[in-house]
């Protein structure tokens, strides 16, 4: 074993000490101690966030309100579309969007949802990123806008097929919302807002709660028996099952949202030709791949073994090619599959569905088969 | 004779035949195992070569032989039932099996009580 490093100075979220009682493991993760996984295990919480519900404590990542000093919604909207490729300015009052953060060079910052509250707009985005996604945003937007981290809040994920039924408990009104719909609810005394997302392909709720009042509310839906706490392990073999990104991982600077196969965050509005086009970092480049195609693409990968193919594997045309056409950028066990899965990037030519590929792993090529995503059927309650 | 490494792997000698297997504490620190990579009967490893891999979800990790020898044996079991090394670490969680070239070598490693300090002062970190 290696020698004793010295404890960095870690963050806490409010359910520390709750995860610390339910016997969790924890472990450090953007600078924050949090609970990888409790004793079931891995398998057992991914299975039963699929099978009824699961709470996720997500309070690491960043709530950051913004705001126009003209107090119009709007003009929070257009401040944020000189940084994004989506269409802030036409999300309905209490709708979320799900965006992109872009550099210069048509790479991506960070991906973030989006929701209207009014006379704001509340982005929630990745615990890794929120210090630069902050700075940035201040950086970019004169003082017209005003933007606040708030960073007082905690985030706690439902999630599963149980989900409605255990929040309805608290908050009946969420039996009224919709997948991507938000709202300002009172759940156990506490001003929450609501949205009806997740990061599991499964119907959920993020509840974004007062810090002091978090842990009553996890107790709280603690206390239903089909309520399970779950850690960040099983957090992420769920999302690759739904065949979501890992900001870090599938989607960094160096990836364009078309490489990355998320054209769709580009509505017809900022394209070329779309009443707002382009005015957001990187346009040129990113338009120019959407209409040529792009030299690489993120998709999705399923080993034909039992073996799990990870991050940095190098992928091949074949056994024995010298040079690889991609790599894998995420990878592990899908466990409601019961088979290994990843995702990565590939040549254009061999991005095609059902493409055989090989996957070098521990010194050998394993082949691997282009596949759709998700891997496991979504159930967002649209 | 049962034996033990700093690396978490338990060996049981009977004659010149060794069995090899990840300890229980091992197998909790790991969590879950959804794979693990065994050798080919016939294969020789010295002692310290990696010798097999056990996969969690999240992780791969790497199985060293503990002592030179070769392959006599593999539990197949755990091509379909990965989680039997997690269940039963000692027993039916077994990987693999050693003709050893030198029972000696042996000897070198942990005893129960030395496996048992170990694995506490570990956790005391």
């Known amino acids: 074993m290696s020698e004793p490093q010295p404890t960095p100075e870690l963050r806490r979220t409010p359910l520390h000490d709750l995860h610390v009682r339910l016997g969790a493991r924890m472990v450090p993760f953007a600078g924050y101690a949090m609970p990888v996984q409790y004793p079931d295990g891995i398998l057992k919480e991914h299975l039963h966030t699929r099978a009824a519900a699961g709470l996720f404590d997500v309070s690491h990542m960043g709530q950051v309100a913004l705001a126009a000093r003209t107090g119009n919604v709007a003009d929070a909207a257009r401040g944020l579309e000189t940084l994004v490729t989506g269409d802030m300015l036409g999300i309905a009052p209490w709708r979320q969007r799900y965006t992109l953060l872009t550099t210069t060079a048509g790479g991506?910052?960070?991906?973030?949802?989006?929701?209207?509250?009014?006379?704001?707009?509340?982005?929630?985005?990745?615990?890794?990123?929120?210090?630069?996604?902050?700075?940035?945003?201040?950086?970019?937007?004169?003082?017209?806008?005003?933007?606040?981290?708030?960073?007082?809040?905690?985030?706690?994920?439902?999630?599963?097929?149980?989900?409605?039924?255990?929040?309805?408990?608290?908050?009946?009104?969420?039996?009224?919302?919709?997948?991507?719909?938000?709202?300002?609810?009172?759940?156990?005394?506490?001003?929450?807002?609501?949205?009806?997302?997740?990061?599991?392909?499964?119907?959920?709720?993020?509840?974004?709660?007062?810090?002091?009042?978090?842990?009553?509310?996890?107790?709280?839906?603690?206390?239903?028996?089909?309520?399970?706490?779950?850690?960040?392990?099983?957090?992420?073999?769920?999302?690759?099952?739904?065949?979501?990104?890992?900001?870090?991982?599938?989607?960094?600077e160096t990836t364009t949202p078309v490489e990355a196969a998320l054209e769709w965050t580009l509505p017809k509005v900022r394209r070329a030709g779309g009443a707002r086009a382009t005015g957001f970092p990187g346009a040129q480049v990113i338009l120019s791949q959407l209409a040529q195609g792009a030299s690489r693409r993120r998709v999705g990968l399923k080993p034909e073994g039992r073996a799990p193919v990870r991050a940095g594997a190098p992928l091949f045309a074949d056994e024995r090619a010298a040079a690889p056409l991609g790599t894998v950028t995420s990878g592990g066990f899908g466990v409601s599959l019961n088979a290994p899965v990843a995702m990565g990037y590939v040549s254009r030519e061999s991005a095609a569905t059902g493409m055989r590929l090989f996957a070098e792993v521990r010194?050998?090529?394993?082949?691997?088969?282009?596949?759709?995503?998700?891997?496991?059927?979504?159930?967002?309650?649209? | 004779m049962l034996r033990y490494t700093q690396d978490h792997e338990w060996l049981r000698l009977d004659g010149d035949?060794?069995?090899?297997?990840?300890?229980?504490?091992?197998?909790?620190?790991?969590?879950?195992?959804?794979?693990?990579?065994?050798?080919?009967?016939?294969?020789?490893?010295?002692?310290?070569?990696?010798?097999?891999?056990?996969?969690?979800?999240?992780?791969?990790?790497?199985?060293?032989?503990?002592?030179?020898?070769e392959v006599v044996a593999v539990n197949d079991k755990l091509t379909a039932e990965p989680g039997l090394v997690n269940a039963e670490p000692t027993g039916e969680g077994w990987l693999f099996r050693l003709k050893v070239k030198d029972a000696g070598e042996a000897g070198a490693l942990l005893d129960e009580a030395a496996y048992q300090a170990l694995t506490a002062a570990e956790e005391s970190h």
């Open chain 2, 17 to 69: 035949v060794a069995t090899i297997g990840i300890t229980p504490f091992a197998q909790k620190q790991l969590g879950d195992l959804v794979f693990v990579e065994l050798p080919s009967v016939g294969a020789s490893f010295d002692k310290g070569a990696v010798a097999a891999t056990v996969e969690s979800v999240k992780a791969a990790s790497e199985v060293y032989a503990p002592i030179g020898g």
């Open chain 1, 363 to 382: 010194g050998k090529r394993l082949a691997v088969t282009v596949a759709d995503m998700p891997f496991w059927p979504t159930r967002y309650r649209r």
């Open chain 1, 108 to 252: 991506v910052y960070d991906d973030l949802m989006v929701s209207n509250h009014g006379d704001r707009l509340m982005l929630v985005v990745n615990a890794s990123r929120k210090d630069f996604d902050t700075a940035h945003l201040r950086a970019h937007l004169s003082d017209a806008w005003v933007i606040e981290p708030l960073t007082d809040r905690a985030l706690l994920a439902l999630q599963g097929p149980a989900a409605e039924q255990v929040l309805a408990e608290l908050a009946p009104d969420v039996t009224a919302m919709r997948f991507m719909d938000a709202r300002a609810l009172t759940i156990c005394g506490a001003a929450c807002f609501v949205t009806r997302s997740g990061y599991t392909g499964e119907d959920g709720f993020e509840i974004s709660v007062p810090g002091e009042a978090a842990v009553a509310l996890a107790e709280a839906l603690l206390a239903d028996p089909s309520v399970a706490p779950i850690g960040l392990g099983a957090r992420d073999s769920l999302r690759l099952e739904a065949g979501l990104c890992l900001y870090g991982s599938d989607l960094d």
